[in-house]
């Protein structure tokens, strides 16, 4: 019995640990580390976000990269820091893709403060985005999920990269993230 209360009892405080570390109410400047030049630079602790533990599938009409550094099954080292523990973590990759990545500007449609260079967000995963890449300032609407809030917000593209995007299965400060969107390849190195 007292086997089961303390298997419950640290249940219970991974589960809020992982509410209040996860990657929801980001706000600030900056982004997930990492740039391609393309605008931005700037950088944002993403450590009090929150992302689902499993992301889901890709979104529908993604194209899969045809020959990407990192192929599906390969371990790599993470350098974004799009969550607490997420820099220098090991991660599979289990999808690698080819559309263009944004980072955005917006407001959640459950309220609070604005979220400033989200990154990222992948063309298919934009309202009516097209096939063509969405120049910086661009006002669009968000299909994205990632987030609480983040589907159906207003959003403006920040900057945007051309760069393979890839998910990634990972685990950092104990727990395991699955399908976790997006790490762009500049976000990634070989493991050692």
Known sequence: MRGRVTTALA????GGVLALTGCGGESGNGGHG?????GGGETMDHSTMEHPMDGGPPPEGITDAVDPTYPVGSVVTLTADHMAGMDGARATIVGAYDTYTYAV???PTTGGDPVTDHRWVVQQEIEDAGDQ???DGTEVVLLADHMKGMRGAHATIAHSTD???YMVDYEADGMTMTNHKWVV???IEPAS
């Open 11 to 14: 249940v219970a405080v991974l």
């Open 34 to 38: 990492g740039d391609d030049g393309h």
């Open 105 to 107: 500007d917006y407001t």
């Open 133 to 135: 890449r969405l120049p």
């Open 163 to 165: 760069e393979t995007v």
């Open 185 to 187: 390849e500049s976000e």
